[in-house]
């Protein structure tokens, strides 16, 4: 065993502190992980390090139990600790359902316990399908001009929901609101924690809070003390020295904290008040705050400038899209009238009888609102397409939103399978992108890594596919990024018999075949291959920059 | 009947702890951690029945745990916390490797949080308290919250050094 210098001692302990803080960066972890795995030394100090956080929890747990601060003595009788576990078994016990149910054969050996097979099934799978584990705490529903200060570290884009963590805004302006209803704006550079639904910390920098009633209590935790709101609204402003600034624009609040001296401090802050808390703790009250607050207000003026500015540079993309010789078929959904029933190919190289004709689907809000959509439901929901091109490579783009993986695929562009060269471009039911293409000897599918897994369902996705014969490669593309490769089998040159948008007929098993179970706002099929550059602008520029009702679609 | 429940609540009792420990060796959020003993103590409870009593609980009883570890992986994905399935292998093997050696590390451990100072030990231990954050952890010892990370961050490798040493000294 390699001994470890005091340097890495110390650097692997930071790793697992920031470990067990739930903040050590990706890149970290990727360190700390083929470090446990090359070094056996460093894995035992892991073992041990995590060991230790297991029996400190023992022994809080303990202690709360016995009620005494002193009392931190192991104790083997005194086990009310892990109490929700034994809650659990008491209650299958009390109803009877250990005993009185089926057991199946189900043996475990009890030899060493080392780890078998490691590829094989669940032996417990009966009782699979827990809950997904998320301690979601509040939604990012509004950013303009958003720098983050360290990218490596975590960063959260519009619409994600969040779990305790910490945003560091180099510049910029962020809304975020917490699922018990409070509202903060942000105002970088900023450094703000999120710590539970109705809290947050304010490390560094300013933000504005506005509290309906039903978040009274909403707690703003700074250097030196508490803001707890009583229903109001409110600007904080804490500097890099430690002093803070609390406006309260209307209601009030009350500011606890402690001097270095020890004094507690208690304050209630009215509607047109100010304090200032110095770095020592002591709370002063002042006229006016030093700057003024961006309040909601603010933001949603400035959002709608950045989204009339980020509207026109699609516009000018989609233009682009069009006019480009190789497009051969692009819908950009905008500009059609809600009971139309054709869908315009903007395609301006080929000619209109490549217009798609609607079946069924319904007019919606896409990415944005005022852009145009197709949702796809009802099993026949589909547009008829008339597309005779014949493609040696192609790309394939589209931004979409499925709403649920319920059925085995999820189609975005299928033809008829039988004709050599036919293409069907899918999700499949466990949320991979599938290019299935029809050569000589039968159908071939290209199945990229899962793309799409339960957080990415109902929100708008970027995806895009290569078809490229001359590198014998398929490449798919997730919101702009690459994101699995296959190696191409047998090139045909590709084709599109009876095609449907958003529909498959030939699907096993789906009398009738079946439909999206979700919208499309864009799509386009372009000759020859895209590289990462350009499928990227495509999402760059084409990512959805409002969140319409982000908590109303979350909360459970 | 009633002999073989009350045969399992007694050895979940004295084995808890340890499932617990083995599950958070593999999952580091303890939060997670523990929503995954609560899954794999209702499977232990459904299974118990062939479990034969006299052989090895505390073995049995973690191989439930490591399939829940992996089924709940899928779940995971996303966290930036959780280690490949590689990794998770062979953490899991060192670990029983050294359950004795835990063993002795756990009982230290009561000793060394004596030692600490009392703002040191309620801060720690308000820390690891059920549902409680850092934030709790700095109102508990007067702190500020960027204060609260970098002494939990101390107070661990003190415990930690502490821990060591007095194993140690036992074996001198």
């Not at chain 1, 409070?182 to 970088?188: D, I, N, R, S």
């Not at chain 1, 394939?396 to 189609?411: R, T, Y």
């Not at chain 2, 002795?104 to 231990?125: E, P, Q, Y």
Request: hydrophobic share 40%; aromatic share 10%.
């Amino acid at each position: 065993m390699t001994s470890l210098s005091d340097k890495e001692i110390l650097e692997l302990h930071d790793l697992l502190d920031a470990l067990v803080e739930n903040n050590l960066p990706k890149h970290k972890l990727v360190r700390l992980e083929n470090w446990i795995s090359d070094n056996e030394e460093v894995r035992q100090y892991y073992i041990e390090f995590m060991d230790m956080s297991s029996s400190l929890r023992h022994y809080a747990e303990e202690l709360i139990s016995d009620d005494t601060e002193d009392t931190v003595e192991e104790s083997p009788a005194n086990i009310v600790s892990f109490w929700k576990p034994l809650f659990a078994i008491a209650a299958l016990v009390v109803f009877g359902i250990f005993f009185n149910q089926e057991i199946q054969n189900f043996s475990f050996s009890t030899d060493a316990p080392k780890l078998v097979n490691s590829k094989g099934d669940d032996p417990a799978a009966p009782l699979e399908r827990a809950p997904v584990i998320v301690d979601t705490v509040a939604v990012l529903t509004k950013s303009v001009g958003v720098r983050w200060e360290d990218p490596t570290q975590f960063r959260a884009d519009l619409g994600d929901t969040l779990e305790p963590s910490t945003l560091k805004l180099a510049n910029g302006l962020a809304q975020v609101e917490f699922l018990q209803g409070a509202t903060v704006v942000l105002e970088g550079p900023v450094e703000f924690s999120l710590e539970n639904p109705n809290e947050g910390s304010l490390a560094r920098g300013k933000l504005r809070a506005i509290v309906p009633q039903v978040a009274t209590g909403f707690t703003v935790v700074v250097p030196k003390g508490r803001v707890i709101d009583l229903g109001t609204d409110f600007g904080l402003h804490v500097h890099a020295g430690g002093s803070t600034e609390l406006f309260v624009y209307q209601g009030n609040v009350i500011y606890e904290g402690q001097t270095d001296s020890g004094e507690n401090i208690t304050r209630e802050v009215s509607g047109g008040e100010s304090i200032f808390i110095d770095p020592y703790g002591n709370a002063n009250w002042v006229e006016m705050p030093s700057e003024p607050f961006i309040s909601a207000a603010d933001l949603a003026f400035r959002s709608m400038e950045e989204s009339q500015r980020r509207h026109s540079a699609w516009v000018d993309l989609s233009n682009d899209i069009s006019s480009d010789p190789k497009t051969v078929l692009y819908f950009s959904f905008d500009n059609h009238s809600p009971w139309s029933r054709i869908l315009r190919n903007e395609s301006v190289s080929n000619s209109s009888v490549q217009n798609g004709a609607i079946v069924g689907c319904n007019w919606s809000e896409g990415r944005w609102s005022g852009k145009g959509a197709l949702s796809f439901k009802r099993k026949n929901d589909r547009v008829r397409l008339q597309l005779p091109s014949h493609l040696k490579s192609a790309t394939f783009s589209a931004w979409l939103k499925i709403d649920s993986l319920d059925q085995s695929i999820s189609p975005i562009i299928c033809s008829e399978p039988k004709s050599l060269g036919s293409v069907c471009w899918s999700v499949n039911g466990d949320g991979k992108i599938v290019l299935r293409t029809r050569n000589s000897g039968g159908n071939t599918f290209y199945e990229s890594a899962v793309a799409f897994r339960s957080d990415k369902l109902g929100r708008w996705a970027h995806v895009a596919t290569t078809y490229n014969a001359d590198a014998k490669m398929i490449t798919h593309y997730v919101n702009g990024r690459s994101f699995s490769r296959e190696k191409l089998i047998d090139p045909v040159i590709l084709t599109f018999p009876k095609a449907m948008l958003g529909h498959s007929s030939s699907t096993k098993g789906a009398n009738g075949g079946v439909a999206l179970n979700g919208s499309i706002d864009e799509f386009g099929v372009f000759e020859g291959v895209y590289d990462e550059d350009q499928i990227r602008r495509i999402y760059e520029v084409g990512r959805p920059f409002e969140v319409p009702n982000a908590l109303g679609t979350r909360i459970p | 009947m009633q002999d073989r429940s009350s045969e399992l609540v007694q050895l979940m009792m004295k084995y808890q702890r340890r499932i617990f420990a083995y599950i958070h060796t593999l999952v580091p959020s303890r939060s997670d951690a523990e929503d995954i003993l609560q899954e794999a103590s209702l499977t232990i409870c459904e299974k118990f029945s062939g479990f034969e009593t006299g052989t090895n609980f505390y073995s049995w009883a973690c191989q439930i745990a490591y399939w829940k570890v992996r089924a709940a992986r899928k779940k995971f994905a996303t966290s930036k916390v959780v280690f490949n399935q590689e990794v998770l292998d062979v953490i899991s093997e060192t670990r029983f490797e050294l359950e004795e050696e835990l063993d002795t590390r756990h009982g230290a451990l009561s000793r060394c949080l004596k030692k600490l100072n009392d703002r040191d030990r309620r801060m720690v231990l308000t820390r690891y308290e059920s549902g409680k954050n850092v934030t709790a952890a700095a109102q508990a010892s007067g702190r500020t919250i960027q204060g609260a990370y970098k002494a939990l961050n101390r107070i661990r490798k003190t415990l930690f050094d502490c821990v060591s040493f007095e194993i140690s000294t036992e074996r001198a």
